[in-house]
């Protein structure tokens, strides 16, 4: 790697970012759908800063009980805090934590990075969670006893009734949706909201994100077997029902569904369909008449014909150069390269390096009015 590194910060010569780290992760056997979600989540610049501040202020307490937060925070920093500004580390204790947590990653098949990333945010959500209500409850009972005027009882009352905590990872990565069903025969909207740190989309042949999204939101009626229950009409009516973003995330996470499950053939296919992703995307699907803009910054690339082989890498986007990370190696590629990705508008293609995850961040909101 040596070389591919000292490659790497020829070409960028005087370019290099001031104070950045351009580092690949070695494969522990079966490891790339881990490797490729962590390099895309590095350059996630706000996550990173907020973790790498996570480890400053937890590192104090150096007898804190090991888990994925402080395995991947110990990683983050190890990584930018290197002298070099190229070359290659082991995320080893982080792997190792990763098969101890969930049995589903201990096997040497092939994972999937979508389950990956799924897991591991919701696993950070929870950790983070966990040391709030400890460091809350620490506080309450070295407060002074005086302060509980109205006495336990209703202390517990109240706070029972409080938000659920929002933590940094909920700043960075989620959104809210909100899930609009329209009773045909009263027109009483129910709406429902719901929180997302990525969407699925389903994709088809020579489509676009924006085209998907669409979708997504596309207007469904309910009848026959499907007929909602409205509480105005105490019974069941047909319906139409459309998902709209009532609040978009900061970061936004695109996963295209191309793992299909063919019935007739009783398993998984893999879709190579072109789905075009453009480096600026205008979210208007939204429930107020605003669109988001975001600017791609990473993509997760599934490379192989089937579901369940194959090898993952990522494209990440950092002080407006793209790289091309697999693995160890880790090299500049052109940003129109990022096309080759799209997918392919044949079946039967010798391309198979298709985009999976797609990571935006948000350059922020306009006023369509």
């Not at 001031?18 to 895309?40: D, I, M």
Request: aromatic share 10%.
């Amino acid at each position: 790697m040596g070389a591919a590194g000292s490659k790497l910060e020829k070409a960028l010569g005087d370019q290099f970012p001031e104070g950045e780290r351009y580092f690949g992760l070695e494969n522990f056997g079966n490891t790339c759908y881990c490797n490729s979600v962590l390099q895309a989540l590095y350059f996630c610049v706000p996550f990173r800063e907020q973790l790498l501040e996570y480890y400053s202020s937890n590192k104090s307490t150096g007898d804190a009980e090991e888990n994925l937060l402080t395995c991947l925070a110990d990683l983050f920093t190890q990584i930018s805090s290197q002298k070099k500004k190229t070359g290659v580390i082991a995320p080893k204790r982080f792997v190792q934590r990763l098969k101890k947590q969930n049995e589903l990653f201990r096997s040497y098949m092939h994972q999937d990075a979508h389950e990956f990333l799924n897991f591991l945010l919701n696993e950070l959500v929870d950790i983070l969670e966990k040391e709030a209500q400890a460091a809350k409850s620490d506080q309450e009972t070295s407060s002074p006893p005086e302060k509980m005027v109205n006495g336990p009882k209703n202390a517990q009352a109240n706070g029972s009734h409080k938000d659920p905590l929002v933590t940094w990872v909920h700043k960075n990565f989620q959104g809210i949706l909100t899930n609009e069903t329209r009773c045909l025969r009263c027109e009483t909207v129910t709406a429902r909201d719901e929180t997302f740190f990525d969407l699925s989309l389903d994709i088809e042949q020579n489509s676009s994100i924006t085209s998907c999204l669409k979708n997504f939101s596309s207007t469904e009626t309910l009848n026959a077997e499907d007929k909602f229950f409205c509480d105005k009409c105490c019974s069941l009516q047909e319906a139409q029902k459309r998902m709209k973003i009532k609040k978009p995330p900061h970061i936004l996470v695109i996963h295209l569904k191309r793992f299909k499950y063919i019935e007739q053939l009783g398993r998984y296919k893999k879709l190579s369909y072109r789905v075009v992703f453009p480096l600026e995307l205008k979210l208007s699907n939204t429930v107020e008449d605003a669109e988001s803009e975001y600017s791609l910054f990473a993509v997760v690339v599934h490379v192989g014909s089937g579901p369940n082989h194959g090898h993952y890498v990522s494209l990440v986007k950092s002080h407006n150069h793209w790289l091309f990370f697999d693995d160890e190696n880790v090299e500049m590629i052109d940003e129109s390269a990022v096309q080759t990705f799209f997918g392919s508008a044949q079946e039967y293609s010798s391309n198979t390096d298709h985009g999976y995850i797609l990571f935006y961040e948000s350059l922020g909101t306009i006023n369509k009015s």
